[in-house]
C-alpha cells in the first residue's frame, strides 16, 4: 500500500482550509488542486500549510489589502433587484426561499407569485473567522430545486461558494446581491 500522509492546507484564493492525501510515490508539486469551497484551481505548491487558528488569528493574511479588510468584518446583505427589499444577513445559518403564509425561512422572498423558488432553497452561512472578519458561503438547502447561479457560475448541490461583495444570486423567480455596506443607510426587512 502506498505511504499515504494526511496535510492540512489553506486555499490561495479563500483561504478556505482543506484536508489532502499526499502520497510518498507521487511529486505533488505537480499536482493540481480544485478547492472544494471557492471552486478555483491551483498547483499543490501554491497552497500553504495550515497554522492552528490560535496562532493565525494575530497575523493578517497576506492578500488582503486594507479595504477587503474592512469589508470582511461586516456582515452582509442580500437586495432583492431591482432595488427591492433588503435583508441584513446574521452570524450562523441564514435560510433563503419563497415568502409564504407561514414563515418558515430568515430570508422569506416575495415571487410576486412565482413558484419555482423553493419554499426553502439557499443557505447562507456567516462565520466570523479569526483574523479575516465575517466570511458567507453560499450553499444549496436541499437536492432538488430549480437553477440557482451566482454571477454566471451554476450552484450545484454539496457546493460551498465563498461570496464577495457585488455577487449576483440568481435565483428561480428573482434575483439578489450579496452586498456589504454601510447598514446605517439601508432599510432593512
Known amino acids: 500500500m502506498d505511504n499515504i500522509?494526511?496535510?492540512k492546507l489553506r486555499c490561495p484564493f479563500c483561504s478556505a482550509t482543506l484536508t489532502v492525501k499526499k502520497r510518498a510515490d507521487i511529486d505533488m508539486?505537480?499536482?493540481?488542486?480544485?478547492?472544494?469551497?471557492c471552486k478555483e484551481k491551483s498547483p499543490m505548491r501554491n497552497f500553504k500549510k495550515a497554522v492552528d487558528r490560535a496562532a493565525e488569528s494575530t497575523a493578517l493574511p497576506e492578500m488582503d489589502t486594507i479595504n477587503n479588510l474592512k469589508a470582511k468584518s461586516a456582515i452582509g446583505t442580500l437586495r432583492v433587484l431591482p432595488a427591492g427589499q433588503v435583508f441584513r444577513l446574521h452570524e450562523g445559518r441564514n435560510v433563503l426561499g419563497r415568502k409564504t403564509s407561514v414563515p418558515n425561512v430568515d430570508i422569506p422572498i416575495d415571487t410576486m407569485g412565482g413558484k419555482r423558488l423553493s419554499r426553502q432553497h439557499l443557505v447562507i452561512d456567516v462565520e466570523n473567522v479569526p483574523g479575516k472578519g465575517y466570511m458567507h458561503y453560499a450553499s444549496l438547502y436541499k437536492k432538488e430545486v430549480n437553477r440557482t447561479l451566482i454571477g454566471s457560475n451554476p450552484l450545484e448541490f454539496g457546493d460551498k461558494i465563498v461570496l464577495n461583495n457585488g455577487d449576483v444570486i440568481a435565483l428561480p423567480d428573482v434575483n439578489v446581491i450579496f452586498q456589504i455596506e454601510d447598514n446605517d443607510r439601508t432599510t432593512l426587512q
Not at 505537480?30 to 469551497?37: F, G, L, N, S, Y
Request: net charge negative; with cysteine; aromatic share 0%.
Open 29 to 37: 508539486d505537480k499536482v493540481a488542486i480544485t478547492c472544494p469551497v
Open 5 to 7: 500522509e494526511l496535510i
